[in-house]
Nanobody, 114 residues
């Protein structure tokens, strides 16, 4: 069973940065893609993703502020979040996709407030 564990969330002020980490129990190159989703009341939306070939994709709202990256040796995917805004607040979930299955971590809270 694939296990994903997020860390790095917290409470920050607007303009500050956070780096989220997602540790995987499996080789991350076994997955078709991995990504980060933000959960707010009523929706869970894709923030950023990276596929097995290294191609990245971002939600328009985070382009030029967030960067997704990975370290295969450590089996970790990161989300560097800069210039954080109050609208970035939410629970961030790590996701891994393989074939038709989705795996999720338990989520980490990010709160951006002055």
């Amino acid at each position: 069973q694939v296990q994903l564990e997020e860390s790095g969330g917290g409470s920050v002020q607007p303009g500050e940065s956070l780096r989220l980490s997602c540790g995987s129990s499996e080789n991350i190159f076994n997955f078709n893609s991995m990504g980060w989703y933000r959960q707010v009341p009523g929706s869970r939306d894709l923030v950023a993703s990276i596929n097995v070939g290294g191609r990245t994709s971002y939600a328009d709202s985070v382009k030029d502020r967030f960067t997704i990256s990975r370290d295969g040796a450590k089996k970790v995917v990161y989300l560097q979040m800069n210039s954080l805004k109050p609208d970035d607040t939410g629970v961030y979930y790590c996701n891994a996709k393989i074939l038709r299955r989705d795996y999720w971590g338990q989520g980490t809270q990010v709160t951006v407030s002055s």
